[in-house]
């Protein structure tokens, strides 16, 4: 069994974590996979560095400024 899945919606599935749970913004992306998984919004665990980069896109919708930098 893979416990490593291919997640097409990580990206979305981050934007909406952040915006019910603003508090998940400043964790790492191995927590964000714990998260993710334990909240169902993944079936199963994301990469890491899918993860990582999905992150790094959703902070910059939320700091702009922040993600230009």
Known sequence: ???V???P???AS???L???RPETRF???WEMQHILFSLGYCDGLA???EISAA???ARGDYDPEGAAA
């Open 5 to 7: 899945a291919h997640e």
């Open 1 to 3: 069994m893979n416990i």
């Open 47 to 49: 990469a890491e560095a």
């Open 18 to 20: 952040f915006s019910r």
């Open 14 to 16: 981050v934007r909406e």
């Open 55 to 57: 992150v790094e896109v």
């Open 27 to 29: 964790l790492e992306p």
């Open 9 to 11: 919606d990580l990206l």
